[in-house]
């Protein structure tokens, strides 16, 4: 080949890879794995961070973003959202629309929680008949829409009778309920194979009753425990975890014991069951923004009057539990149990964890770190470290100061696109 040539394919190379190039500039990073750096440099290429440095002169061709007294942090992750809801009345809300409404309405709830913010999302189970999540997270995959990373479960498996069953509906009226109902080993394992051919890469499944849920006690067991092997085994056989729904006290124990990766809720747990996750290795995602929601929000609902009440009668017990349960060690995520509400709302979940014990650095560790591991993504996201995408997040003052900071992200940043830029003008390429 003509030397000539070969030049000049070097220099186009060497211009791509230079135009890939960011370099973002802050007065602080907080880099998910405890760590405070100041005047972090971080440069991005190809969408994922390759350097974390100092200061200094920038190279030809790279983008500068200069943050000035900003903070930077990991992109946050919620471990469990409902994107197809926003009605006080869940269980007939998938009754009145499709499934395509579902997906575009869940297409605006996403891209708003990632407009504030949240640049990973776990679905934990939604309301509705078909596979509207799946598609979704498809579609964004896809390069067809901007969106966050998103994993879980299409459905939550339920008993018949249960937290996912309508039992509020004459037994001549025949409608589909938004769990998907399963009874015994054999359908609980068919009920997970269809779960994983159609998308989901969690399983969730409603061991106890529900808060929300008509004609059921949340201190109920409702699966055998051959029927929770049965699912645990056959989700483990495909690599898929399982995340259970558990606010009764033995409900929780029991899918501990059985093998479970997360545990929701937990309400009713006590010493013994905190014991138990150390031991097992289990995460905790108490969702405790949903009942601020609840209260503060939809105080009148008729559809929600059982929940705002248990939630009442629960909720010392609940902080209670998790005071203990941080200061033993045990894993705990954050998940808010998302319904639609205004996405920067979500961040309240932060203060929640800081009111049991957290320290501000670990409410966001939890909500990022914590979280990436719980998933399995760890080597992806979680942390601005070299090799992990470039999700990153930035908001004006320290949250180590004030966690309620996180509300107020104003710049977004998803596998090296900016998404959100709040005051931030476009900044040419440095010569």
Request: hydrophobic share 40%; proline share 4%.
């Amino acid at each position: 080949m003509n030397k000539f040539v070969i030049l000049f394919l070097v220099l186009c190379m060497d211009f791509h890879t230079q135009a890939q190039r960011t370099l973002i500039l802050a007065k602080t990073l907080i880099d998910g794995t405890g760590k405070v750096i100041s005047d972090p440099a971080v440069l991005i290429d190809s969408g994922r961070i390759i350097s974390i440095g100092r200061r200094g002169p920038v190279s030809k061709g790279t983008q500068l973003i200069n943050l000035g007294e900003r903070t930077l942090l990991p992109g946050l992750i919620d471990v469990h959202v409902h994107p197809d809801n926003g009605d006080d009345d869940y269980q007939v809300a998938h009754l009145r629309s499709s499934s395509a409404y579902k997906a575009l309405m869940a297409l605006k709830n996403v891209q708003d929680l990632l407009q504030a913010g949240w640049t990973a999302l776990r679905v934990a189970g939604d309301q509705d008949v078909a596979y509207a999540n799946m598609d979704l997270r498809k579609a964004i995959d896809g390069g067809l829409f901007t969106g966050p990373h998103i994993y879980g479960a299409a459905h939550y498996i339920s008993v018949t009778g249960g937290g996912g069953d309508i039992n509020f509906i004459s037994p001549e009226q025949q409608v589909i309920a938004d769990g998907l109902i399963a009874n015994g080993p054999d359908e609980m394992r068919k009920a997970v194979r269809n779960e994983i051919k159609y998308g989901s890469n969690w399983i969730k499944i409603l061991e106890t009753g529900a808060f929300m849920t008509t004609g059921d006690n949340p201190q109920n067991v409702h699966f055998s425990p051959e029927e929770l092997k049965a699912v645990v085994e056959e989700a483990s056989r495909r690599d898929v975890p399982v995340m259970a729904h558990a606010h009764a006290t033995e409900g929780i124990k029991q899918a501990v014991k059985a093998g479970v990766r997360s545990i929701e809720h937990g309400s009713y747990m006590d010493e013994e069951a905190i014991d138990l996750m150390i031991q097992y290795g289990t995460w905790l995602i108490p969702t405790l923004t949903i009942d601020l929601w609840f209260q503060e929000k939809w105080s009148d609902s008729k559809a929600l009057s059982k929940a705002i009440e248990l939630a009442k009668n629960s909720r010392k017990q609940v902080y209670d539990m998790l005071r203990l349960g941080i200061r033993k060690g045990l894993k705990v995520g954050v998940g808010t149990d998302y319904v639609g509400w205004p996405a920067e709302y979500s961040a309240r979940e932060f203060e929640e964890l800081v009111k049991v014990g957290m320290t501000p650095m670990q409410a966001i560790m939890a909500g990022t770190k914590v979280n990436a591991e719980l998933l399995r993504k760890d080597n992806e996201i979680g942390t601005i470290e070299p090799g992990k995408l470039a999700d990153i997040i930035a908001v004006d003052k320290d949250p180590l100061k004030d966690i309620s900071e996180l509300q107020r992200v104003t710049f977004v940043m998803i596998g090296g696109k900016v998404v959100k830029k709040t005051g931030l003008s476009d900044s040419p390429q440095s010569k």
